[in-house]
């Protein structure tokens, strides 16, 4: 199935950092209360719908790492490891990159929320789950130097971002994830042209995470609603967001990892984050038909 195995479709000397790639923001969150839920399927179904980067978050509780978004609670972080396993198990071909760090620490009036999660406890499912002496990918010096032939070559099968290098096996990769409070509070029909207008202004020395979903807080136009909600009023401006960047060079030249909620919905988002990969040059020649005629028409 081309949404399980499309990377194989890229050339060889297509560096990581250039290439779109779908990733799901607050990948493990299926379960979770409506307030913390941002995708409907697990991240193996994420990875068969075409995701390839994970963003996880996570908190201690009780000596336990659970997933986490904000005060909501889902499932223990082992459950979601074990996902990651079958991957590696049933896709051997593909190459994904895992960020997965504390759940940021939360302000609320005079109060602090704290949600560290000890690296030991996530050191353990590594070791117990994705066969890290295989299969991590750490031997670079810098994230912009590799290319698929590096990966492809290594035979390491996933990447472990954390800024700080503060579990076993990860590497800093200069992930950028640019996030204004003014930017993703605004009403829909706002947002996605300041976002791009946003994007225009930004470097990145590693990684390019460009969120695509908005942020509802108290106190911004959109206020306080659930992510399932507020994805249902963007989804109208995603492919307008999208095809202006496809018509902008400079644009077109910088996307990375674009993210979003619910990206298993349907494959809009990803078709249209990976149409990016055409444009650029990127699709072997002799795939070239195929993995145009299976991502369809966009926008």
Known sequence: MFYSSWMSCIKDDVKITQLAIP????????????????????????????????????KQKHGEA????????????????ADFEKILEKYP??????????????KVGPFTLKYHCAPELI????????????????????????????IRNSGKRYLIHHEDEEYIYSRNTYLLEPWDA??????PEKFWQENLNYLRNLESEGFFWFQTQQTPNPGTEIGFTWPNKL????RPFFPLMMKEIAQNPEMLAKINIVAGDFMTRDHMKEN????FNLLKGFVKPEFE???????????
């Open 289 to 299: 038909e195929y993995y145009a005629k299976t991502i369809g028409e966009t926008v």
């Open 123 to 150: 050191n353990e499912l590594i070791e117990k789950y994705l066969r890290p002496g295989d299969y991590a990918f750490t031997g670079f010096e810098h994230i912009k130097d590799v290319t698929l032939a590096d």
């Open 272 to 275: 249209e984050i990976l149409h």
């Open 66 to 81: 659970y997933i986490a978004h904000g005060l909501s609670r889902g499932v223990k972080v082992e459950k979601v490891f």
């Open 182 to 187: 003014k930017i993703f509070g605004l009403k």
């Open 231 to 234: 994805d249902e009023l963007d």
């Open 23 to 58: 990733g799901a923001h607050n990948a493990g969150t299926k379960g979770m209360v409506h307030m913390g839920c941002c995708q409907l399927g697990t991240v193996l179904e994420q990875f068969e719908y075409g995701v390839r980067e994970f963003g996880i978050r996570v």
């Open 93 to 106: 071909d593909e190459f994904f990159i895992i960020d997965i760090r504390s759940y940021q620490d939360q």
